[in-house]
């Protein structure tokens, strides 16, 4: 018997770690430039910027700068409804540094490229009423 198409099949499988390794330092090169923009975030609401690394204390910040209630924290914490609470959030964090509702959604669906530009940019944290 000829066990050839085996070894070929073998040999070919080799590169799979290395495409493994680029994806993940492009995931954590992403994740540490979206803390980057919400440090800067946190800092221009005049929050401290080191809340952005802190899991539950970073919504907390959020829920401030976004002018929501605290108690919606709970409401993080129910699956589907945590969603919509969060997408909600961030468009009124959005708003609060006067930008509109498609800027609100981008915080919430690529947080890596909208969170810097709000961070870095030149937007000032203005605090609408509380709705």
């Known amino acids: ?3 050839f198409s ?3 099949t073998f040999a070919q499988e080799g590169g799979d770690e290395a495409i493994g390794v680029v994806f993940l330092i492009v995931y954590f090169a992403l994740i540490i430039v979206a803390i980057a923009g919400m440090w800067n975030v946190f800092i221009k609401a005049g929050k401290p910027g080191w809340g952005s690394i802190i899991p539950i ?3 907390i910040l959020l829920l401030e700068i976004a002018g929501k209630p ?3 924290l709970i409401l993080l914490f129910i699956p589907f409804v945590s969603i919509v609470i969060a997408i909600l959030v961030v468009i009124d964090v959005g ?3 006067g ?3 498609g800027f609100g959604l981008g915080l919430a669906f690529l947080p890596f ?4 530009i709000l961070g870095f940019g030149d937007a000032q944290y203005q605090p609408v009423t509380a709705n």
């Open 1 to 3: 018997m000829n066990d």
């Open 6 to 8: 085996y070894a070929v």
């Open 57 to 59: 204390y970073n919504m």
């Open 70 to 72: 605290i108690w919606w």
């Open 95 to 97: 708003k609060n540094f």
């Open 99 to 101: 930008k509109g509702l």
């Open 113 to 116: 490229i909208f969170y810097p």
